[in-house]
């Protein structure tokens, strides 16, 4: 039988500087503090399983360097009970890293990102036979060049690994990043077919659908209903779930939730660069064990609201108790 969930795509070693301010254009701000963490949905999302308790096994799957980065993601991989026997090692470039910018104040980040070894990676670093896990999460379209472009079938490199996935017998899920450029549609589009659970956020899912949704559209029902109605007719096999710092709407074809965020105090957010990932294991972890609906996404929101205590992506989540027990402390928004 089936067990565990395996998550590939984009590896990261995010250095995240807190700011006192975000300064304008050939101006001075102040590194408040500094740290090297998790970054990248596979990596995120399995540390923040890892951290929640998941009561299964967890693998990785993708391309890293022969650095000290990669060492360093080996490392902590290990210590987190995350299985890396797929995730490969190479001499052509370096370990991909982020540089991210977070303002002391709002919590808000700004992302410099070196591709690295994830822009070599291609269908034929997943080998699908040699998992036994129940299911595979793939991050971030539209930051994996490889995986981006066309193949010789007409499918992107995304779409050909998500149906050679599906086809082995694993469940499937994707999440993308918030890219402004006329790539995104295109790109994401072939895709969706092959996806049972996609995850977006409030702008990607605009991007996608034409569906305002930012700012206060985040929250309006017939909105959030509209879109998730485009998505799952462009393709989406199971659940669309479209998120923002309101909450997090799900929608298949017959049934929808709305479930709203937790009250975060301001003054108590750190970052919020793991947000989203956060809110994909909560909800994953709650679909591998079968869980109704509701419970998997209080347990996203819940998870994505720890994440956000700390500066990096996956320090402050806690235990599915803990993270449970925090909502029941701070309540949600209205």
Known sequence: MRTGILAGGNWVVDHVKTLNTWPAQDSLATIISES?????????????LARLGAPFPLSAVGLIGEDAFSQRILDDCRTHGIDTAHLQRTAEAATSYTDVMTVEATGR???????????????????????????????????????????????????????????????TSLDCV????????PVAKPALPHVDY??????????????PLLDEA???????????????????????FIHSPHGVFAASAGECFWQPSLR???????????????????????????????????LGVSAAAASLYDATCSASVRSIEGCLLLAEELGFNG
């Open 178 to 185: 918030s890219d402004n450029s006329d790539r995104f549609l």
């Open 264 to 298: 975060v105090p301001p003054e108590s957010i750190k970052g919020a660069a793991g947000a989203g990932d956060a809110l994909a294991a909560g909800i994953l972890l709650g679909l591998h064990e079968g869980w109704p609906m509701a419970r998997c996404l209080r």
């Open 109 to 171: 980040r700004t992302f410099f990102h070196r591709r690295g070894t994830n822009a070599l990676l291609g269908p034929e670093h997943f080998d699908f036979t040699r998992s036994t896990a129940k299911h595979f999460h793939l991050g971030y379209l539209l930051l994996l060049d490889r995986l981006d472009t066309f193949q010789a079938d007409g499918l992107t490199g995304t779409a050909q690994v998500l149906r050679t996935a599906r086809a082995a017998g694993l469940s």
């Open 198 to 211: 996609f995850f977006a956020n409030d702008f990607e899912a605009s991007r996608l659908t034409s569906v």
């Open 36 to 48: 090297a963490s998790n970054g990248g949905a596979p990596y995120n999302v399995l540390k923040d």
């Open 218 to 240: 985040g929250r309006d029902p017939a909105a959030l209903r509209s879109a998730g109605e485009r998505l799952l007719a462009a393709g989406v096999r199971e659940w669309v």
